[in-house]
């Protein structure tokens, strides 16, 4: 078994996580095929939106802390393979941003640590209300700097570093209200509301979706000005393709657009 399946469907692909017994931790295997999936699904202009969900109790646990303490064996104690394991996965919490799909979370049970980094890094997140969020490295000693990267760009810095420093988990309407999750809902609803949300996205113009996403990440890293005006170039852009212009041909006589 893959250890992390893709299943396509109805324009949405759904990644699910199988390492259960471990958490679905992010081990060196994780991270390759977390790598693997991103670099097909980057050329696959067939899938309009992405899901990732985690089997068994929990969606993620973060690092393999076992796999990460074995790495302590070599001559300089680690140093170098603990740089080349953040690096891949830093490599692979960009390149889901970078996705020209939206990529949907699907959260139960805990995300923790570099799982609660998934979480934010992912462009949309539902979550049962039972769900536990929190970076709890520093519990253990281990500052949670890269989780924090993503973190701080998904919420509030006050209270990402009140979870960075405290180590305490936090509820899943918590993690809604502060921004972390768009939704928690009950277990038994996980997956339509996933799905319905998927579905909504899909449905939208593919184009303008993709040059949408690309364009939020973009802005949000300059200057308003940059900001207003790359997005005007964009924006442009957008307009200037004929199926927008058909989506706007049908809104004015009151019909549904034909984007076939």
Same mark, same amino acid.
């Given at each position: 078994?893959?250890?992390?399946?893709?299943?396509?469907?109805?324009?949405?692909?759904?990644?699910?996580?199988?390492?259960?017994?471990?958490?679905?931790?992010?081990?060196?295997?994780?991270?390759?095929?977390?790598?693997?999936?991103?670099?097909?699904?980057?050329? &696959?202009?067939?899938?309009?939106?992405?899901?990732?969900?985690?089997?068994?109790?929990? *969606?993620? !646990?973060?690092?393999?802390?076992?796999?990460?303490?074995?790495?302590?064996?070599?001559?300089? =104690?680690?140093?170098? #393979? *603990?740089? &080349?394991? *953040?690096?891949?996965?830093?490599?692979?919490?960009?390149?889901?941003?970078?996705?020209?799909?939206?990529?949907?979370?699907?959260?139960?049970?805990? #995300?923790?640590?570099?799982?609660?980094?998934?979480? !934010?890094?992912?462009? %949309?997140?539902?979550?049962?209300?039972?769900?536990?969020? =929190?970076?709890? =490295?520093?519990?253990?000693? %281990? *500052?949670?700097?890269?989780?924090?990267?993503?973190?701080?760009?998904?919420?509030?810095?006050?209270?990402?570093?009140?979870? +960075?420093?405290?180590?305490?988990?936090?509820?899943?309407?918590?993690?809604?209200?502060?921004?972390?999750?768009?939704?928690?809902?009950?277990?038994?609803? +996980?997956?339509?509301?996933?799905?319905?949300?998927?579905?909504?996205?899909?449905?939208?113009?593919?184009?303008?979706?993709?040059? =949408?996403?690309?364009?939020?990440?973009?802005?949000?890293?300059?200057?308003?000005?940059?900001?207003?005006?790359?997005?005007?170039?964009?924006?442009?852009?957008?307009? +200037? &393709?004929?199926?927008?212009?058909?989506?706007?041909?049908?809104?004015?006589?009151?019909?549904?657009?034909?984007?076939?």
């Amino acid at each position: 078994m893959a250890l992390l399946e893709r299943r396509d469907q109805g324009g949405i692909a759904h990644l699910t996580m199988t390492a259960p017994e471990r958490l679905n931790a992010l081990s060196d295997d994780m991270l390759e095929a977390f790598q693997d999936q991103i670099d097909s699904l980057a050329l &696959d202009h067939e899938p309009r939106v992405v899901i990732l969900s985690g089997a068994g109790k929990a *969606f993620c !646990a973060g690092h393999d802390l076992k796999e990460m303490q074995a790495k302590r064996q070599s001559a300089d =104690g680690g140093a170098a #393979a *603990f740089r &080349d394991l *953040f690096n891949r996965c830093a490599k692979v919490m960009m390149g889901l941003q970078s996705l020209p799909q939206p990529v949907i979370a699907q959260v139960h049970g805990i #995300a923790t640590a570099a799982g609660c980094q998934l979480v !934010a890094t992912c462009d %949309l997140a539902v979550a049962t209300n039972d769900t536990r969020f =929190g970076v709890n =490295g520093v519990n253990i000693g %281990l *500052f949670c700097s890269t989780p924090m990267v993503a973190l701080t760009r998904a919420i509030g810095r006050k209270k990402a570093f009140e979870m +960075l420093t405290t180590g305490q988990f936090i509820s899943a309407d918590e993690a809604c209200r502060i921004g972390l999750i768009n939704h928690s809902v009950s277990a038994e609803d +996980l997956e339509a509301t996933t799905k319905d949300l998927a579905e909504t996205l899909a449905a939208k113009l593919t184009s303008a979706l993709r040059i =949408g996403k690309r364009t939020f990440y973009d802005q949000a890293q300059m200057t308003v000005e940059k900001a207003y005006d790359h997005a005007a170039q964009v924006m442009t852009k957008n307009m +200037l &393709d004929a199926r927008t212009e058909e989506g706007i041909t049908a809104f004015l006589e009151k019909r549904p657009p034909d984007w076939a």
